[in-house]
């Protein structure tokens, strides 16, 4: 095995690892997202009411701020939203990475798509991140401030970026195997 082969089997072990870690973190938010969005359907009011209460805001002038149980709602199938998509990310670099560790060439069909997935999968959290954070500003201070979210969209176009780089190593690496 070639030097360079060896160091990036090294290296997919380790980033295995930050992104098993990742994939916990994000399902855990996504079960909390849940469990809020249950608490806020299917309980009581006072049950209700005091879950309501751990939201209120104060503001730097002393006033507090109450979130309704309707807007709290939006703001937590948002959260769902965000978490769920972050989670198919890192599922899908992790398979990409998972199929290096084990010796197979990155220059695969499979990891191509994998990589277009997840720039669409980034233009979309850009689009649904930016409004939740615009949703939590307008529930928060009572303005609405959306913007575009501009790396967002760098991102999302550099990965594509990488996806054809990596379409383009399939072709090669097939005409390599062909070769052989």
């Not at 939201?55 to 939203?81: C, D, K, Q, W």
């Not at 670099?93 to 980034?122: D, S, W």
Request: proline share 2%.
């Amino acid at each position: 095995m070639k030097p360079g082969q060896e160091k990036i089997i090294r290296m997919s072990k380790k980033i295995m690892i930050v992104l098993r870690l990742g994939f916990i973190v994000s399902n855990v938010i996504a079960i909390l997202s849940l469990i809020a969005i249950g608490i806020l359907v299917f309980s009581g009011e006072d049950t209700k009411s005091s879950f309501l209460a751990a939201f209120n805001v104060t503001a730097n002038n002393g006033t507090t701020i109450s979130i309704e149980a309707r807007s709290l709602l939006i703001m937590f199938v948002y959260m769902l939203i965000d978490t769920l998509l972050i989670s198919l990310a890192i599922f899908l670099v992790y398979a990409v990475f998972n199929g290096i560790m084990k010796g197979l060439t990155p220059f695969l069909p499979e990891n191509t798509a994998r990589i277009k997935k997840i720039a669409l999968i980034v233009a979309i959290l850009s689009i649904v991140g930016s409004y939740s954070d615009a949703l939590v500003d307008y529930y928060t201070i009572g303005e609405l401030t959306w913007r575009i979210n501009i790396i967002g969209i760098i991102i999302t176009v550099i990965v594509y970026c990488i996806s054809l780089i990596f379409s383009y190593g399939c072709d090669l690496q097939r005409e390599s195997d062909e070769t052989l």
